[in-house]
T-cell receptor, first 114, second 114 residues
Framework: DGGITQSPKYLFRKEGQNVTLSCEQNLNHDAMYWYRQDPGQGLRLIYYSQIVNDFQKGDIAEGYSVSREKKESFPLTVTSAQKNPTAFYLC?????????????FGPGTRLTVT | AQSVTQPDIHITVSEGASLELRCNYSYGATPYLFWYVQSPGQGLQLLLKYFSGDTLVQGIKGFEAEFKRSQSSFNLRKPSVHWSDAAEYFCAGGGSSNTGKLIFGQGTTLQVKP
């Protein structure tokens, strides 16, 4: 079955360490997105990629970085510059870039930084 | 600024009762509107979407939503709630089909009493 996988489901890190969250899709979608979810704040867009080797900052990109070297992969790195990294992170994809299309979501990664 | 607001953070209904979750949007033109559902610790699943045409939209799992331009609302309804409907519900919107950037509401948590 096609879908989006995110690993690991739970991730624990010490403050000051960079950490990379994995997102892989086998849907053959061009566009991919990273969201951050905090209680009571909905989902906020961190980065998005319209196509391979391209990505743009979303609304809260500070302290994060991404790469899109392969169509199926869009890893997110949470750097030590992110002031409050503890959150639930969701990856999503659409066939092409555009809100007309349903966003397919992965199961998420819960990151805890202490 | 474009925004999506869900006034109710938490709603409790009895199983078998009707449900209405509120969503208000702020866009200059006709918005593209969505309702997503999230089970605990999971990703989001699309329930329904509105782009144009008939203002009453049918979705999966027996849900429907009505677009009311005069009230800037896109409320989600279900005639009879099942215990399995307990989840968090997100309204999301976008102002143009040329961008893949959705704005999510804060979310409404639905609790279903037996």
């Amino acid at each position: 079955d096609g879908g989006i996988t995110q690993s690991p489901k739970y991730l624990f890190r010490k403050e000051g360490q960079n950490v990379t969250l994995s997102c892989e899709q086998n849907l053959n979608h061009d566009a991919m997105y990273w969201y951050r979810q905090d209680p009571g704040q909905g989902l906020r867009l961190i980065y998005y990629s319209q196509i391979v080797n391209d990505f743009q900052k979303g609304d809260i990109a500070e302290g994060y970085s991404v790469s899109r070297e392969k169509k199926e992969s869009f890893p997110l790195t949470v750097t030590s510059a992110q002031k409050n990294p503890t959150a639930f992170y969701l990856c999503a994809s659409t066939p092409v870039f555009g809100i007309y299309y349903e966003q397919y979501f992965g199961p998420g990664t819960r990151l805890t930084v202490t | 600024a474009q925004s999506v607001t869900q006034p109710d953070i938490h709603i409790t209904v009895s199983e078998g009762a009707s449900l209405e979750l509120r969503c208000n949007y702020s866009y200059g033109a006709t918005p593209y509107l969505f309702w997503y559902v999230q089970s605990p610790g999971q990703g989001l699943q699309l329930l329904l979407k509105y782009f144009s045409g008939d203002t009453l939209v049918q979705g999966i799992k027996g849900f429907e939503a009505e677009f009311k331009r005069s009230q800037s609302s896109f409320n989600l309804r279900k005639p009879s709630v099942h215990w399995s409907d307990a989840a968090e519900y997100f309204c999301a919107g976008g102002g143009s089909s040329n961008t893949g950037k959705l704005i999510f509401g804060q979310g409404t948590t639905l609790q279903v009493k037996p």
